[in-house]
């Protein structure tokens, strides 16, 4: 499965984004999906995810309360909704995907992903 994330761009502090992750290839239906990010000069680090049905989420702390991640099987997309926006969040944010997981299954490290779609920077100034 190809993975494509959109969305990203220029915010001042406390505003807003959404992000996309599109899916082609194969059916995303059936496939975990998480949100990572990675600033410069600093590793990629989890920042949320979303079970293959959508009834579980699962959200770094930094992010929690801010963030939330969505998903559309119908539409082969994955969503993250960013709010009150952070210096600190600026980095470029990569979607992932894995599947032949149960229903509620999700990941929040690098290796647990299977496929890897390109980033999408997102600056927030201050």
């Known amino acids: 499965v190809q993975l494509r994330a959109s969305g990203g761009g220029l915010v001042q502090a406390g505003g807003s984004l959404r992000l996309s992750c599109a899916a082609s290839g194969r059916t995303f239906s059936n496939k975990a999906v998480g949100w990572f990010r990675q600033a410069p000069g600093k590793a990629r680090e989890f920042v949320a995810a979303i079970s293959w049905s959508g009834g579980s989420t699962h959200y770094a702390e930094s992010v929690k309360g801010r963030f939330t991640v969505s998903r559309d099987n119908a539409k082969n997309t994955v969503s993250l909704q960013m709010n009150s926006l952070k210096p600190e969040d600026t980095a470029v944010y990569y979607c992932?995907?894995?599947?032949?997981?149960?229903?509620?299954?999700?990941?929040?490290?690098?290796?647990?992903?299977?496929?890897w779609g390109q980033g999408t920077l997102v600056t927030v100034s201050s």
């Open positions: 992932a995907a894995r599947g032949r997981t149960t229903s509620a299954a999700m990941g929040d490290f690098v290796t647990w992903y299977d496929y």
